[in-house]
């Protein structure tokens, strides 16, 4: 299995309230990787923030788009990337350095109880993570308390697929 390059897919989410940011994450990204951005919209109004509906259509979205792509990339590493995030250097070396035979890795969202963030996540193209996004994308989110995350951190814990978190380097809290 090839770890990740610069022939690696990195698959960004933004909406058109979010452009600067959008703008800000792209031009912070240090590693030579292939960027691709998808656009999401939704028809709720209710605003897009945690946990409205309009947030809710929003993760619908991007779980579908990560599906299509585990299929559309099998057999490979991609990347996954929430606008929120900001590089400071490369970070392609500490990424192969965690993936060992993780069938994802992710960001820590909390270093005291070892929980991932959904935010950045480099997955393995594989059955498994195929099967876990197939089913991530049938679920009602809504009865999670942190949505697709804690859906997420649920199947890991149940060994529906083996994950593991980046290293620290990789990390900085930011709620």
């Not at 949505?147 to 890991?156: M, N, V």
Request: net charge negative.
């Amino acid at each position: 299995m090839n770890k990740i390059s610069n022939e690696t897919n990195l698959y960004y989410f933004y909406t058109d309230d979010l452009l600067d940011m959008r703008d800000y994450f792209l031009s912070s990204i240090k590693d030579n990787w292939k960027l691709n951005g998808f656009r999401l919209t939704t028809t709720e109004t209710d605003g897009n923030d945690f946990g409205t509906k309009q947030y809710l259509d929003i993760l619908k979205q991007r779980t579908e788009i990560i599906l299509g792509l585990i299929k559309q990339n099998f057999g490979e590493y991609i990347i996954m990337s929430d606008i929120d995030i900001q590089f400071f250097a490369p970070c392609t070396d500490l990424i192969n350095e965690s993936l060992k035979d993780y069938d994802a890795v992710y960001l820590i969202e909390h270093l005291s109880v070892q929980t991932i963030n959904g935010g950045f996540i480099v997955i393995n193209c594989n059955d498994k993570m195929l099967n876990f996004y197939t089913q991530l994308s049938k679920a009602d989110l809504s009865v999670y308390k942190h949505f697709d995350q804690t859906y997420t951190q649920q199947a890991i814990q149940e060994n529906v697929f083996k994950a593991g978190v980046l290293p620290t380097p990789l990390f900085n809290m930011v709620h």
